[in-house]
């Protein structure tokens, strides 16, 4: 079935370098992508989204990155502090619908 | 204007009870989700409400569970006769437009209500 899966279930970085968050789908359908930060005991929290007829998009030192050729999605996390820790989700939905499917999740963990 | 706002946060309910858990959408918002994550997983669509209105359940198992948002107060998730395998974390989120609106348009999330059956 169609699914959103995530590459690395960890990644680990020193504080101030960037990180990047891998994410990929199945479904070629998928027109809107979202990433969210999910710190212990909370619920998500949007970071950035992108639309499928954008291939990059710009956040306050977040940069998401769309390649539809291969069904991949990143997150891209500048200068990463330690209250960057926490597990990033990407989510699409097709047609501006109101359901999202999520990926499994990668924890983010910044070193001192 | 306060979030989306979830209770209890945690629920213990015996295997063969009943929970409800509650979600109040922000102010504003008419459009309710329910989601389910388990440990170490994603969240799983369940539902999609309007008031008094069910659009989207394909995500609801089809026993035990039901869900509703009446004209009046908070959307209700209930879960009869609970077993094990119904423990995790059940997030709401809201959003002031439904399907003719942009997704980014508001769509939060709750804190969410960890239910565990023991």
């Known amino acids: 079935g169609e699914s959103v899966g995530l590459h690395l279930p960890t990644l680990s970085v020193q504080e101030g370098d960037n990180s990047i968050i891998n994410c990929a789908y199945s479904n070629s359908a998928s027109d809107y992508f979202i990433w969210y930060k999910q710190e212990s005991g909370k619920g998500p929290q949007f970071i950035i989204d992108i639309r499928s007829n954008m291939d990059k998009r710009q956040g306050q030192r977040v940069t998401v990155l769309l390649n539809k050729t291969v069904k991949h999605l990143s997150l891209q996390i500048a200068a990463t502090q330690p209250g960057d820790s926490a597990v990033y989700f990407c989510?699409?939905?097709?047609?501006?619908?109101?359901?999202?499917?999520f990926g499994t999740g990668t924890q983010l963990k910044v070193e001192l | 204007n306060a979030g989306v706002m979830q209770n209890p946060r945690h629920l213990v309910r015996r295997r063969g009870q009943e929970a409800r858990l509650r979600c109040s959408p922000m102010k504003g918002h008419s459009h309710v989700y329910w989601y389910r994550q388990l440990p170490e997983e994603g969240l799983k669509f369940m539902v999609y409400?309007?008031?008094?209105?069910?659009?989207?359940e394909s995500g609801m198992p089809k026993e035990r569970f039901s869900a509703e948002f009446p004209k009046e107060g908070p959307s209700i998730l209930r879960i009869q006769q609970v077993v094990r395998g119904d423990s995790a974390a059940y997030f709401c989120?809201?959003?002031?437009?439904?399907?003719?609106?942009?997704?980014?348009?508001?769509?939060?999330f709750g804190s969410g209500t960890r239910l565990t059956v023991v």
């Open positions: 989510a699409e939905s097709t047609g501006g619908g109101n359901k999202l499917t």
């Open positions: 989120a809201s959003s002031p437009l439904g399907i003719q609106g942009p997704l980014t348009y508001g769509y939060t």
């Open positions: 409400l309007q008031k008094e209105n069910i659009i989207d």
